[in-house]
């Protein structure tokens, strides 16, 4: 098994992970600015937890993975101070509580821990390569939200996404069945949180279990 086949085999739940009408508002400007904002600060929220479970990742990965890893990890942090400033120039507060959508994704995450290696690794290609796809799909940007695109779609960030592919088809190719299944399990579980952190994003029936009102 290859990552690339996780996408043939689950395009209905991938697509509900990189499509979404938030995105839509992004690339046609209806999307309102607090409703960005909020979602914004929610996504710094994520990436600081990303973080963390990278950085374990990275003490359990084989050799051939720790560059790729590091380098990664050096961009986390870069990103981290980049939400801070445009925390900054907005106004925002960095100190929101987490929502429980976010917070059920980096539950996630920290689970990932007691997964074999070629979960992890997966999971980790699948949510990068989910929101490239995702702002991708923004592309050009209304002028209001053009400079996210961009920052989301960057060469470098796309070809992080690639060689990370590449390390999730060599602990594929070295797993067992059990653990391509994991890797497997994984992979669905990070399309279904990434589709509900859009769903968050604007507040949908989906993300608060249906319930109206
Ligand atoms: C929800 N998924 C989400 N936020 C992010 N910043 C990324 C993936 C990429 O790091």
Request: with cysteine; proline share 5%; aromatic share 10%.
């Amino acid at each position: 098994m290859k990552a690339a086949d996780l996408l043939e085999r689950h395009r209905d739940p991938w697509n509900q992970a990189t499509r979404h009408p938030f995105l839509d508002g992004v690339r046609e400007g209806t999307l309102p600015r607090g409703t960005f904002e909020t979602w914004l600060v929610q996504d710094y929220l994520f990436v600081v937890e990303g973080l963390k479970f990278q950085a374990r990742l990275l003490a359990r990965a084989p050799r051939r993975d720790q560059a790729l890893l590091i380098g990664g990890l050096a961009a986390l942090e870069e990103e981290l101070g980049w939400f801070e400033e445009q925390a900054r120039r907005r106004g925002l507060g960095l100190d929101a509580p987490r929502h429980p959508t976010n917070a059920a994704y980096c539950g996630f995450l920290a689970g990932l821990e007691k997964e074999p290696y070629a979960a992890d690794i997966t999971a980790l290609w699948a949510l990068e390569r989910a929101y490239l796809e995702a702002w991708r799909g923004a592309e050009p940007g209304h002028p209001d939200y053009r400079e996210f695109v961009e920052h989301w779609t960057t060469p470098g960030f796309a070809d992080y996404v690639s060689r990370l592919e590449g390390a999730a088809d060599a602990a594929l190719g070295e797993a067992g069945e059990e653990e391509r299944r994991r890797a497997e399990r994984a992979f669905l579980e990070v399309a279904r949180l990434e589709r509900d952190f859009w769903e968050m994003a604007l507040g949908t029936p989906e993300e608060n279990g249906g319930r109206v009102g």
